[in-house]
């Protein structure tokens, strides 16, 4: 796996902005996501896949890191949406599943966001969140 | 895999085989718990796994009563290529259960013995299980037992009853303060969004872990031994 430095993205409690299908996903996302996603992974030379962890960091807990990865691990969860992938650690996935991920900008900032309808709350600015 | 030379060096004097030796050790998320990594395969089986809490459940296991018999060791759990000891309480000072522990360990892997006697191991029951409890059982096998493992611990299935999954909680998960935020808020979460029939999932105390202390401190008491 490479990894070229770690982002981190908001996390906002709420309902899916995407209607729910009958097959669930373990990770739903939007148009906004992944153009955004495919234009960053263009980029990158030798990455085939943008990879979620969670790390033990920030005021309220927990926190997602984005990275850029090539070789999907053993046990991550891959979601491919309109031939964009997405590998899921397995300790992310205990608290993504059935989440939204989200590219929303607008004037103050352009970033990802997760709608987790798992989390129990967030912090102010939302990077840190609790189960 | 042990190589030529390292069973060369086995054949060599305790102290130098221990040297040789190098067992890493890592924390876990239990503050009573340490893992310990030989460097190599423990279990024959990798899928199974094996908790110990005294030395009668322990027949099984020479290496798991050596490891009780050290003063401190409340538990003693084996995973494939790991152990993971539990410590009595808080008062109990790891600076002093670890080089006991290094010794025990080094000094069982030197003999070349087995950590565990098949023999005594009772087979495994083959029940016909339904459509949602084979759903259930490979959910925990390949996506929830891997991640709790990294963690010195393993979690079992005992039964699904009316929406409630029954899980045991096993190795440094046994006490663990953040086991219950594991288990309702990780594994419930994940159970329930891959196999709607799942409602809720608890946690079973081992039945036979209790009888046993029952029994042990009965016996102390008739004796006259107090902890």
């Known amino acids: ?131 | 895999m042990i190589s030529s030379k390292m069973l060369t060096r086995l054949n060599r004097s305790f102290v130098q085989a221990a040297r040789s030796m190098y067992i890493q050790v890592q924390e876990t998320p239990n503050p009573l718990s340490l893992k310990f990594l030989p460097g190599q395969q423990l279990l024959p089986d990798a899928s199974k796994t094996y908790d110990f809490s005294s030395a009668a459940t322990a027949k099984q296991s020479p290496l798991a009563i050596k490891l009780l018999r050290v003063d401190g060791v409340k538990r003693v759990f084996f995973g494939e290529d790991f152990v993971t000891v539990t410590k009595s309480d808080e008062t109990v000072d790891w600076a002093l259960l670890r080089p006991e522990i290094f010794s025990t360990i080094a000094d069982h892997i030197q003999t070349g013995k087995p950590v565990i006697n098949e023999a005594a191991t009772v087979s495994d029951q083959v029940e016909e299980d339904d459509e949602v409890v084979m759903m259930i059982k490979e959910i925990l096998e390949t996506r929830i037992r891997p991640m709790v493992q990294e963690d010195g611990g393993d979690i079992t299935y005992v039964g699904f009853d009316d929406g409630v999954v029954k899980l045991k909680m096993q190795g440094s998960c046994t006490g663990c303060p953040s086991s219950g935020v594991t288990l309702k808020n990780g594994i419930e979460n994940m159970l329930t969004f891959y196999v709607p029939e799942v409602k809720e999932v608890i946690e079973v105390k081992d039945e036979s872990d209790d009888l046993v202390e029952q029994e042990l401190k009965k016996f102390e008491q008739s004796k006259g031994i107090k902890d």
């Open chain 1, 1 to 131: 796996m490479s990894k070229f430095g770690g982002a981190t993205a908001k996390v906002i409690k709420g309902a899916l902005k995407v209607r729910q299908t009958s097959f669930r996903a373990a990770l739903t996302l939007t148009n906004e996501a992944v153009s955004r996603i495919r234009v960053l992974l263009a980029q990158q030379n030798d990455a085939n896949a943008l990879k979620i962890g969670v790390r033990q960091k920030g005021c309220n807990g927990l926190t997602y890191t984005l990275e850029y990865a090539k070789d999907k691990q053993k046990f991550d969860e891959e979601v491919e949406q309109d031939g964009i992938k997405v590998w899921i650690e397995p300790k992310a996935q205990l608290s993504l599943l059935g989440s939204e991920m989200d590219y929303v900008t607008d004037k103050l900032s352009s970033e990802f966001v997760f709608r987790n309808p798992n989390i129990k709350g967030t912090c102010g600015c939302g990077e840190s969140f609790s189960i």
